[in-house]
């Protein structure tokens, strides 16, 4: 009987470790060499190699890769998936991809299997989210369905994809934010607004950019020069030239002396003195030296970063993780 036991426990403890290992988080970036594009994963070893022209990082389990002339998807693997027969290619969002056909001038909607998913077509038109897409047919915006219907009147002179759960919406030069029902949830008195992110949106004044709340309320006075979406609880400005990053409270908590920044992730910016990039975290201080030409955004603990003419990726300490030996590169995402 305590053989058995024994035996049982260690099915079990063999089970929990195989569970635990299929639940571990695969990451993949583009990237190019000798003028080709392929995917990478977080050792620098070739998943897809570079075969094509142009690639799109991948959403949802598929990637819009250019191959000669025309664009498809490829899945995980670099298997064909929806083949070439595209002139654009946009991410996959809530299992529907905008895409433009050749010889056509007008976007249309495709599932994962590369059937369209409704007749429908616009002049231009948006990501889905929350189950609705800002698209335009003629002069005006309005939000669709999942069956090209539009459930949000077509009678805005702007429209974006919903973030944070509101779309921004411009009607009549009155800039604000509807729900999902194409109410409003926030009406404002701005000139410009951008969107909702961490319950919080960059907005134009009279005098420059601040910030909003979800209520319309100003966090941050309107004047900056510029704002951008906030990313990990903060938000980056510009002032006389110069960058910062303000909390949600509105407190400036990184001080505008930076030439250029990316916004937050993984708890690390991108900055610029004007001649190279490094990298601070959410303390303003200097993590990664700035001796880089470019950096990009962290992702799964690495970011592509180019010295010279070549790219490699770092680590959160600054450490090479994968070599410089890539003519461009894309910042990791995580793939299912």
């Known amino acids: 009987m305590k053989t058995m036991f024994k035996i049982l426990i260690m099915i079990l403890f063999i089970a929990g470790i195989s569970v635990k290992g299929t ?29 094509f022209d142009e690639v799109q990082n991948f959403s949802e389990g598929l990637a819009g890769v250019k191959s000669r002339n025309s664009w498809g998807y490829i899945g995980l693997t670099g298997e064909w998936v929806i083949q070439p027969t595209l002139k654009r290619a946009e991410d996959f969002s809530e299992g529907i991809a905008r895409v433009i056909y050749m010889k056509a001038g007008t976007w249309a909607y495709i599932d994962k299997t590369g059937k369209q998913a409704f007749n429908e077509q616009f002049e231009n038109c948006m990501n889905f989210s929350n189950g609705l897409a800002a698209a335009r047919a003629s002069s005006k915006w309005g939000y669709i369905d999942k069956s090209g219907k539009y459930v949000i009147p077509d009678k805005y002179d702007h429209a974006e994809t919903f973030s944070d759960g509101v779309g921004r919406v411009a009607i009549d030069k009155v800039y604000g934010f509807v729900n999902p029902k194409g109410e409003w949830a926030v009406k404002t008195g701005m000139e ?37 979406k906030f990313s990990e609880g903060l938000g980056r400005a510009r002032v006389k030239g110069s960058w910062g990053f303000y909390d949600a409270t509105g407190k400036l908590v990184i001080p505008f002396r930076y030439d250029n920044c990316r916004s937050f992730s993984d708890g690390m910016a991108a900055v610029s003195d004007g001649k190279s990039w490094g990298y601070i975290d959410k303390s303003g201080k200097l993590i990664v030296s700035a001796k880089y030409d470019k950096a990009l955004d962290f992702c799964g603990g690495l970011a592509p970063v180019k010295s010279g003419k070549t790219w490699g990726y770092i680590d959160i300490t600054g450490k090479t993780a994968i070599p410089f030996r890539f003519d461009d590169a894309m910042p990791f995402v995580k793939v299912d």
């Open 192 to 228: 410009n607004i951008r969107d909702m992110h961490d319950g919080i949106a960059p907005a134009k004044g009279k005098n420059g950019w601040g910030y909003i709340d979800r209520q319309g309320k100003v966090i941050v006075p309107t004047t900056n020069e510029h704002a951008e």
């Open 23 to 51: 639940n571990a988080q695969k990451y993949l970036a583009g990237a190019s060499q000798n003028g080709k594009w392929g995917f990478i994963d977080t050792k620098g070893e070739w998943v897809i190699k570079p075969v």
